[in-house]
């Protein structure tokens, strides 16, 4: 009986992490370079839908762009993508966010950059939108 018992609880306790899925992609990741920063977040379902949401922000008063530069892999091709910059104009100690929705199957790598004459770079960091 007791053994009947502790295989029915292993069993709903599996059965809760398997299937916990939105919260599953609570993943976030930061890049640091000179000048700037990116954190970036997963959440959704991974297997349905990943929404990437990234905090560019300028933390230099030097009069250059704090920027995120990323690119996206598609599960399913086995592909990337260019690399793609989004940036943060607005100047020092401000923080621009970029949000992007995909169906599924798709990661984003990123780093942070600072846009000068030699530009300042970040470690690319990975966020899988399938498994956080």
Same mark, same amino acid.
């Given at each position: ?44 379902? /991974? ?15 030097? /009069? ?14 086995? %592909? ?9 104009? %607005? /100047? ?12 599924? /199957? ?27």
């Amino acid at each position: 009986m007791r053994a009947g018992r502790v295989a029915v609880i292993a069993t709903a306790t599996l059965s809760a992490v398997l299937f916990s899925a939105p919260s599953a992609l609570a993943a976030s990741k930061t890049s640091d370079a000179v000048g700037g920063d990116v954190t970036c977040s997963v959440s959704g379902r /991974g297997w349905e839908d990943s929404t990437f949401t990234c905090k560019i922000r300028d933390t230099k008063a030097d /009069g250059h762009t704090a920027a995120m530069q990323y690119r996206l892999h598609y599960s399913w091709s086995g %592909n990337k993508s260019e690399v793609m910059t989004a940036k943060n104009q %607005n /100047g020092h100690g401000t923080t621009v966010t970029w949000t992007k929705k995909y169906a599924e /199957g798709v990661s984003l790598e990123f780093r942070a950059v600072v846009l000068r004459t030699f530009n300042s770079y970040g470690n690319w960091q990975f966020l899988d939108g399938e498994r956080g």
